[in-house]
């Protein structure tokens, strides 16, 4: 029986595609291997033009199988081609998610691989796909993944590597894992629409405090978001400066490639550099110069970020934005400043006294329990330094309440913020406007300030820890 009348099941097609594949690199000269090599990173990556290529050769392969028509393809992939690409070139029984081929699928921010067993976040829960991924396929994929990442070792137990889209990839193997039970994270933003009222319209910000946003931005407060591990913050950092003027010059710096500031504002000049611990500290003094309205720090965790942060702030800069992994905002000054002093040495009530000077609101996000995927505004505190009594407090003026379902709110403003509406004073009377009308509608009862007890004033009887 020759191939043309003979029957294949998916997984056998696959095969002999692949073979069709190796017989024409064996052939080819070793400069055709070069561009081969390189348009099937490509592929892998996900770049459009390259995927297109590859699934178009599959189909003409195709055509030499007729009774490829008879072929029962896999439920999670849409068609043959697709299928076969994803098994030969890309992300196997991965793929649907990656490329939100589903309307669950596309609406899941994160999907885990673990040993050969596929979990992906659906409706809040982590559930488990009928697409097994044997370790012979998983190796492949981690090798092709590492392709693109000449400087990751393929020995190495951890990896974390980007797609084209933006999905991030984390790489946990050899003996950082149990026998059979290596892992992949995935992790993508499924939002598309990065406006403050598609975040109303999800449950994440109330509806009512659209416009008190808006006029914040416009005025151009120096912000933190903070919460756990997919809580929403990046994701609202994002939204905030979306609203920015595009002609103000911007610098973004991160840790790794995870925001696409071209592609979110491509019209706005902002400079993105990627420094880690190491990289920061040899470019702290260019990055002090840099000639720039505003900074935006990404998951800042180290010393290095911290000082960073503070130093340019203190300067003067304005709009300037911030994510950073911790708890509530009485935390942050305090995790800050204690970073800094470790590594560089420093006073204490100093660097705690311009954190609260520099910074002027922290947005607490975090995800409910019972649906992760939902995410939510905890909570808005202002932070402010009294320079006359040597004071520093933190002061809520949001806060969601879970028993109600609704964001409770109070007028309060410092004198450093009404001296900063005066360059704005037409946003600043809107900003004050807006938020008496939401402290009138579901008012904070209790007390609203707090003095840290790691600042201690002349005159106060706490102690500091």
């Known amino acids: 029986m020759n191939k043309i009348e003979q029957f294949y099941d998916f997984f056998t097609l696959c095969k002999l ?7 024409e690199w064996k052939d080819a000269q070793d400069w055709e291997r070069e561009d081969k090599l390189t348009r099937e990173k490509k592929a892998i990556m996900g770049f459009e033009e390259e995927v297109m290529f590859y699934k178009k050769r599959i189909e003409e392969v195709l055509d030499e199988y007729p009774n490829n028509k008879k072929v029962i393809c896999p439920p999670w992939y849409s068609n043959l081609s697709e299928g076969i690409f994803a098994e030969l070139y890309g992300l196997a029984g991965l793929d ?44 492949k994929l981690k090798r092709a993944l ?3 990442t000449p400087k990751e070792r393929i020995e190495a137990g951890f990896h974390e590597i980007y797609l084209n889209n933006g999905i991030r990839i984390t790489i946990y193997s050899g003996d950082r894992t149990k026998q059979g039970e290596d892992i992949m994270v995935f992790r993508k933003y499924v939002m598309r629409e990065l406006t403050f009222e598609m975040m109303a319209e999800l449950g994440t910000i109330p509806s009512d405090a659209v416009e008190l946003f808006k006029v914040m931005v416009k005025i151009g407060f120096n912000v933190l978001f903070t919460g756990q591990v997919r809580s929403g913050k990046t994701t609202f950092m994002q939204v ?41 500290d040899q470019l702290y003094k260019f990055l002090l110069r840099g000639d720039c309205d505003y900074i935006l720090l990404e998951e800042m965790r180290d010393a290095s970020a911290f000082r960073l942060a503070i130093d340019i702030t203190s300067s003067g800069t304005m709009r300037s934005k911030a994510t950073v992994h911790s708890g509530d905002p009485q935390d942050i000054p305090y995790k800050m400043a204690s970073a800094i002093i470790a590594k ?15 910074f002027n609101y922290v947005m607490e996000f975090y995800q409910q329990p019972d649906s992760r995927d939902k995410k939510k505004l905890k909570s808005i505190s202002e932070y402010r330094y009294d320079i006359k009594r040597d004071r520093v ?55 609203t300030v707090i003095y840290p007890r790691y600042y201690k004033s002349e005159g106060d009887n706490v102690d500091v820890h």
Not at 243 to 262: L, Q, R, V
Not at 406 to 415: A, F, S, V
Request: proline fraction near 5%; hydrophobic fraction near 35%.
């Open 344 to 358: 560089y040495g420093g006073n204490f009530k100093g660097i705690i006294s311009q954190i609260f000077r520099n």
């Open 146 to 148: 590492l392709m693109s």
């Open 17 to 23: 595609v692949g073979e069709h594949f190796d017989k």
């Open 240 to 280: 905030w400066q979306r609203y920015e003027d595009i002609s103000m010059e911007g610098m973004a710096i991160a840790t790794d490639p995870e925001t696409p500031w071209h592609n979110i504002m491509p019209k706005a000049p902002i400079m993105q550099l990627i420094a880690d611990d190491r990289d920061l």
């Open 96 to 139: 649907p998610w990656v490329y939100d081929r589903t309307e669950e699928y596309k609406n899941s921010s994160s999907a885990k691989l673990i040993g050969d067993r596929l979990y992906c976040l659906i409706d809040g829960k982590s559930q488990l796909q009928p697409q097994k991924i044997s370790k012979v396929r998983r190796e």
């Open 393 to 447: 407090s933190i002061h809520c003026i949001c806060r969601f309440e879970e028993e109600s379902g609704r964001w409770l709110w109070k007028h309060d403003i410092g004198e450093d913020k009404r001296k900063m509406g005066k360059l704005w004073p037409e946003e600043f009377k809107k900003m004050k406007g807006m938020l008496k009308m939401l402290e009138d509608k579901n008012p904070i009862m209790e007390n």
